[in-house]
């Protein structure tokens, strides 16, 4: 971690009157810097509130979001944009995530149709980077999060 993000951390715990050891992760969405610097605004504005990940391509050290846990959304730069707190965690087949999911996660027009589109890319690339082919049975992991951070 960053000097810069965890002076952050340490700034919003002391805000926040929680120990500063406290367990967190710092991340940015997407797969470019202006993905990142958009997904990251929208949390922010707290229009972005869930997010949808590929179960199949957590790594062995990418633990699974939990209940409870803190983030630090970073911009495309690496630069703390807020901080999340997760509040629920389901695994559902990618064909099964529902129009309120996509909803909460607060892209495009924010329609059902433009969360699919997006996402199929989107998945599409990323398994293909590991030599996988998506699939819409594919297990993805929803997260609704509250940005906690001023």
Known sequence: M????????EKFCTEKNIPKD??????????????ADELADLVNKQIKTATTSAYELYENE???????????ILNGSNEPVCVTQTKLVYIVPYYLVS???AWHEGEGDRSYDYWKKVHDRFFEQEYQKLGKTFYEQAPVVCEVFEKVSE
């Not at 960053?2 to 951390?9: F, L």
């Not at 990418?62 to 630090?72: F, K």
């Open 2 to 9: 960053t000097d810069n993000i965890k002076n952050y951390w």
């Open 22 to 35: 406290t367990a967190y992760e710092a991340w940015a969405f997407g797969n470019s810097k202006e993905m």
């Open 62 to 72: 990418d633990p699974l979001p939990q209940v409870g846990e803190y983030n630090i």
């Open 99 to 101: 129009p309120e999911h």
